[in-house]
């Protein structure tokens, strides 16, 4: 709580494969799900932590409500698995266009030959085997 202002902060760890794309899209559904069921949309939120996705990601799209992409899955049923959550969420769900990328605040984001377009930090993780952004942090509007 801060200036009489109370937040809610959502801190999380998504699984870590990326062949299981469809794991993590059904993990972020069940969050989106629960937010829509138990916070006003009056409330301040916080959505962040290690997603374990790029932001070309489906996990990421669906938070920033951007058309869905090709999946990655690590077997053929993944592909129709994401479809029916993808389906169920949008039919059960109102569209959570509140959700911004904190991100778009930096002034790289801002830049005049591109208006709107987020740049994204090059890496939240850097090891022997992978660099790149898989950390991410969203907020509302009201934040």
């Known amino acids: 709580k801060t200036n009489g202002l109370d937040y ?36 301040r939120i916080i959505l962040c932590g290690d997603f374990n996705s790029t932001p070309d990601s489906n996990t990421v799209r669906i938070i920033e409500n951007k058309p869905l992409s090709t999946f990655q899955t690590s077997y053929a049923t993944g592909q129709q ?12 769900l109102p ?17 005049k030959e591109q208006p709107g377009v ?9 090891t022997k085997d992978f660099k790149g952004l898989i950390d991410h942090i969203f907020y509302n509007k009201l934040t």
Request: no cysteine; hydrophobic share 40%.
């Open 81 to 92: 698995i994401i479809k029916e959550i993808y389906k169920k969420y949008m039919s059960s």
């Open 95 to 111: 569209v959570l266009d509140y959700f911004l990328n904190a991100y778009a605040e930096y002034p790289e984001s801002n830049k």
């Open 8 to 43: 809610v902060i959502i801190n999380l760890h998504l699984f870590w494969d990326p062949l299981f794309e469809h794991v993590k899209f059904h993990q972020i559904f069940l969050i989106l799900d629960l937010l829509k069921r138990k916070y006003r949309s009056d409330e």
């Open 118 to 126: 987020v740049k994204y930090p090059d890496f939240s993780n850097y």
